[in-house]
């Protein structure tokens, strides 16, 4: 894998002649994005490891009002996605939106220290969430400028890669804490908040300000491009991955249903249980740069919807008759396996089926579809799971979500092929 992290212009570089065969496939851009994600991520991770003990057993919620913070802790990002592509794309500062997000979660972990009660903590998890939101974005609509076309893929999949690192090691870091200061939950909050604030440091200091739209972002014999319409998330290119997306989307139930479906299916102890998300992250991470690069070679829109086989083999894997060990560790690298091939891919595509002023919108749009798509899955699988216990609602899931990549299969063939040129 060759990644440079050499001092590059921002320049867009779909149009012939722009000279994008003699740039890196991965350059300064995307390294710095994914190390502030890594560093974010420890953040996030550390704290969502302990946050279902620390809320119960030290801050002493009901388990009713814990479910409110965590169906909050989920969802609030989904429903600030567009607005924070929107903000990105009318000011045409996607690092100053993305640094606003960052920053945003950063205060709210100095405020989880002190907040109390179920409504100032949801307060807190809001503010967070909702700078997660304002962030992803813009984040990725950076990455989608500053790489050639023809390497987006392999970008997306080593951002994915750093950011997963981060998402593994925050988790560890979180129970290591805690081993050697049992009960110490506010020195991960406090190891936590020194993570965030790295992350939003590295990116006002070093993080390169990239700009869609600009002179230099089209390049200095074009004109700028035209600011945001809304109109231009209608394009006609766009639509067709939105609705194979969402439809996906409502039959991805979240990983929580399949880590308790492995624990009903093996008998595991439930202490492994945090050690389910390490497990599915470093699959993940060992995964993304390669699926990413594969994605540039077969078509990103054809590796999105077959990645799905993946999460309908993680469903049967976790409740199919087979040993403990070899159900466990097939789930998590087949759930990691699906995330590499979706999570960056479709970033990657949806920045390039809109016009380069509507990048980050369009990025946001497909990312809040999908996520709202889920969480309305997980929601109906809940219900699914009390009708008709684990197995049979994981299988069932498991055959329609089969169906569906098969039909969607043959939804997205121009996809591929439909990145606009300027």
Known sequence: MYISVRDRPTSDT???????????????????????????????????????????????????????????????????????????????????VAFLGYGLSAVARVFLLFASGAAGIAAVVTADRIGKGIRTAPRDAMISTSTPSEH?????????????????????????????????????LVVSLAFALAGV???????????????????????????FRWRDLADRRLRPLLVVAGTLGLLTVGDGFIYLALLDHGGLNVTW???????????????????????????RARTLVVGHLSLVGAYLCSVLPSSTAVATVGTLLLLGTFYAATDGVIAAIAGRLVPVQA?????????????????LA?????????????????????????VAVLVAATRVRSLDVAELTP
Not at 203 to 225: C, F, I, K, M, N
Not at 378 to 402: E, I, T
Request: zero cysteines; glycine letters at 14%; proline letters at 6%.
């Open 378 to 402: 997980s929601a109906g699988f809940g219900l699914l799971w009390w009708l008709l216990g684990p197995a049979v609602a994981m299988a069932a899931v498991a055959a329609v979500l089969a």
């Open 273 to 299: 249980f945090p050690l389910f998300y390490v497990g599915t992250n470093v699959a993940y991470l060992l995964l993304a740069v390669p699926v990413g690069r594969l994605a540039d070679r077969i078509g």
């Open 14 to 96: 779909r149009g012939a002649g722009s000279g994008s065969a003699a740039r890196p496939p991965v350059g300064r851009v995307v390294i710095i994005l994914g190390v502030v994600s890594l560093l974010t991520d420890v953040s996030s991770e550390s704290v969502s490891a302990i946050l279902p003990l620390y809320l119960t057993a030290v801050v002493g919620l009901s388990p009713v009002a814990y479910g409110l913070i965590d169906g909050l802790y989920q969802g609030v990002s989904a429903l600030v996605r567009l607005g924070g592509g929107w903000l990105a794309d009318a000011t045409d500062r996607p690092k100053w």
């Open 359 to 375: 990048r980050t919108s369009g990025i946001a749009a497909a990312q809040t579809v999908v996520a709202v798509a889920r969480m």
């Open 201 to 227: 440091a590295l990116l006002g200091l070093l993080g390169p300000d990239v700009r869609s739209r600009s002179r230099e972002a089209a390049g200095a014999s074009r004109p700028s491009a035209p600011p």
């Open 152 to 188: 987006l893929g392999r970008a997306f999949g080593v951002h994915r890669m750093l950011d997963t690192i981060g998402a593994a090691l925050g988790p560890l870091i979180a129970f290591g804490l805690l081993a050697l200061v049992p009960g110490g939950y506010s020195v991960v």
